[in-house]
């Protein structure tokens, strides 16, 4: 008669260990593809919502600008009475325009890091041994309008600085500024987005020299992981997957060029010397730099990235991107 009780020997034992492993070996990969997936899905849904904030923001303003930090902070001295109808040009950099909106209780610190976030210089604001917001800061009584330790710096080196937003944005400056940081339901203007690595002035991509790779901490962000995907939401308030810096149906349209050219979303347009596509002569407030002619940088084409630097004269400094991988 059989034994009912006969235990399982050492050699089934191993094959149903094994197989449990070759079952693992194949799940894991494509669990991980599944959460990579719902990360980049929750990432646009992130990114509308920061535009949806500030269109919020633009309902409230007689012109349906989205904010504009040197229309919001008109004091060129801290406690001033505001320039009446004035704006401060110096003001209008990445970190006080997230930290503007922050201020106004728009949204929350966390909503400007990406879900898809991998650069450890990225940290939500109060976290990473960050102080937390202070929404105490915001106090136009004595020309205070948001908490100046909100950073930016994306190109800083690990503990070198720190940035606490994860997303670039239209340059806030020229042209650009003017007819497109609005309200004005246009489907084929970027506003905010994935951010881009490091291109040279011509467009192209420009390898990391340290390592001789392509790879940026961009370029890990959203799709595979020596490409550049990104997300980017536009004036209509809607959402795209786009795989190249050249976006579907972004077109150069400024001055007198004689038909539409795909729009390079990060590099200063090509057909820059076109007449109407420059400011004239000087802005208000530019650092009292009475300058004559035309104003560098201030087309109307589209033009993204992180801008922490501030409004130098008449023009704007250039983009900065992440710092090489580590």
Same mark, same amino acid.
């Given at each position: 008669?059989?034994?009912?009780?006969?235990?399982f020997?050492?050699?089934?034992?191993?094959?149903v260990?094994?197989i449990i492993a070759?079952?693992v070996?194949?799940?894991?990969?494509?669990?991980?593809?599944?959460q990579?997936?719902?990360?980049?899905?929750?990432?646009?849904?992130q990114i509308k919502?920061?535009?949806?904030?500030?269109l919020?923001?633009?309902a409230?303003?007689?012109?349906?600008?989205?904010?504009?930090?040197g229309? *919001?902070?008109?004091?060129?001295?801290?406690g001033?009475?505001?320039?009446p109808?004035?704006?401060d040009?110096?003001l209008?950099?990445?970190?006080?325009l997230y930290?503007c909106? *922050?201020?106004g209780?728009?949204?929350?610190?966390?909503?400007?890091?990406?879900?898809?976030?991998?650069?450890?210089?990225?940290?939500e604001?109060?976290?990473?041994?960050?102080?937390?917001?202070?929404y105490s800061?915001?106090?136009?009584?004595?020309g205070?309008?948001?908490?100046t330790t909100f950073?930016?710096?994306?190109n800083?080196?690990?503990?070198? $600085?720190?940035?606490n937003?994860?997303y670039?944005?239209?340059?806030?400056?020229?042209?650009r500024?003017?007819?497109?940081?609005?309200?004005?339901q246009?489907?084929?203007?970027?506003?905010?987005?994935?951010?881009a690595?490091?291109?040279?002035?011509?467009?192209n991509?420009?390898?990391?020299p340290?390592t001789?790779?392509?790879a940026?901490?961009a370029?890990?962000? *959203?799709?595979?992981?020596?490409?550049?995907w990104g997300?980017l939401?536009y004036s209509?308030n809607?959402?795209?997957?786009?795989?190249s810096?050249?976006?579907?149906?972004v077109?150069?349209?400024?001055?007198?060029?004689?038909?539409?050219?795909?729009?390079?979303?990060?590099?200063?347009g090509?057909?820059?010397?076109?007449? $109407?596509?420059?400011?004239q002569?000087?802005?208000?407030?530019?650092?009292g730099?009475?300058q004559?002619?035309s104003i560098?940088n201030?087309g109307?084409?589209t033009w993204?990235?992180?801008?922490?630097?501030i409004?130098?004269?008449?023009? *704007?400094?250039?983009?900065?991107?992440?710092?090489p991988?580590n």
């Open positions: 008669m059989r034994n009912k009780h006969r235990g020997t050492l050699v089934e034992l191993l094959v260990i094994a070759l079952l070996g194949l799940l894991l990969p494509a669990l991980a593809k599944a990579q997936a719902a990360r980049e899905t929750k990432d646009a849904t919502q920061i535009h949806t904030a500030m919020s923001y633009a409230k303003d007689k012109s349906g600008r989205l904010p504009i930090p229309y *919001i902070d008109r004091c060129l001295t801290a001033s009475v505001p320039t109808a004035g704006e040009q110096t209008n950099n990445t970190q006080n930290s909106m *922050i201020a209780e728009y949204f929350k610190p966390d909503l400007c890091i990406g879900p898809t976030e991998i650069n450890p210089i990225v940290v604001k109060g976290k990473g041994g960050t102080a937390p917001y202070n800061a915001y106090n136009p009584a004595t205070t309008y948001w908490d950073t930016a710096n994306i800083s080196a690990l503990g070198a $600085g720190t940035s937003t994860s670039a944005h239209l340059a806030l400056f020229g042209l500024k003017e007819t497109n940081w609005r309200s004005t246009d489907a084929s203007k970027p506003l905010l987005g994935t951010r690595p490091k291109l040279q002035a011509n467009g991509w420009d390898a990391d340290t001789g790779s392509a940026s901490y370029t890990l962000l *959203i799709g595979p992981k020596k490409e550049w997300n939401v209509d809607h959402v795209d997957l786009t795989k810096f050249f976006p579907e149906g077109v150069f349209e400024c001055g007198t060029m004689t038909g539409p050219a795909k729009d390079h979303i990060f590099v200063i090509t057909p820059f010397a076109q007449t $109407g596509c420059y400011r002569g000087c802005t208000v407030n530019c650092a730099n009475a004559t002619g560098p201030s109307g084409d993204m990235g992180f801008f922490p630097g409004v130098h004269g008449c023009s *704007i400094s250039a983009p900065v991107v992440d710092a991988l």
